[in-house]
T-cell receptor, first 115, second 110 residues
């Protein structure tokens, strides 16, 4: 298994500002994933972050709005840029199991409220 | 990826067996069926995965008929702590990413 931590755990931000969310894993992993979970909704995949290459974004998500860094095999950041109230969500990172990539471990999430 | 359909919500009582059925009519030969559990204010947690017939672990059982167009997650003797949202996913090894459906919100009452 993998242990994942995220910072901050929650934040309240003003519209127009940006917030960077950190994701730290206790082991080296090739792929990391970022998800968004809007209030009362299921999880939506934002992007896949691979170390040493540009992140791959899902339909509806763009790099200018959600820039991602992946400086090494245990760490990644997601920035929510120029925030609006519609960005209020829980943001989660996840990593696949080393042996069974179909299985993923999730971080505790970052709860963001934009006023 | 095959779309999944599952009940939006279910109610149960402590000690009962709960069965949550998921439909995935367009499942492909290479797809696996995976279930995740999410408690409030936590990230999802892997429960069980299967390809065909029956899989059992310490948490649940997963029943998959021969045509694989549906699957049933079985939780034996639920307790209040099993109150959570349960997600059924059909997973092909497409770079490891997971596509979540709506999920079933299970409420266990005393």
């Amino acid at each position: 298994s993998a242990v994942i931590s995220q910072k901050p755990s929650r934040d309240i931000c003003q519209r127009g500002t940006s917030l960077t969310i950190q994701c730290q894993v206790d082991s080296q992993v090739t792929m990391m994933f970022w998800y968004r979970q809007q209030p009362g909704q299921s999880l939506t995949l934002i992007a896949t972050a691979n170390q040493g290459s540009e992140a791959t974004y899902e339909s509806g998500f763009v790099i200018d709005k959600f820039p991602i860094s992946r400086p090494n095999l245990t760490f990644s950041t997601l920035t929510v840029s120029n925030m609006s109230p519609e960005d209020s969500s829980i943001y989660l990172c996840s990593v696949p199991d080393r042996a069974f990539v179909e299985t993923q471990y999730f971080g505790p999430g970052t709860r963001l409220l934009v006023l | 990826l095959a779309k999944t359909t599952q009940p939006i919500s279910m109610d149960s009582y402590e000690g009962q067996e709960v069965n949550i059925t998921c439909s995935h009519n367009n499942i492909a030969t290479n797809d696996y069926i995976t279930w995740y559990q999410q408690f409030p204010s936590q990230g999802p947690r892997f429960i069980i995965q299967g390809y065909k017939t029956k899989v059992t672990n310490e948490v649940a059982s997963l029943f998959i008929p021969a045509d694989r167009k549906s699957s049933t997650l079985s939780l034996p003797r639920v307790s209040l702590s099993d109150t959570a949202v349960y997600y059924c996913l059909v997973k092909r090894n497409q770079g490891g990413k997971l596509i979540f459906g709506q999920g079933t919100e299970l409420s266990v009452k005393p």
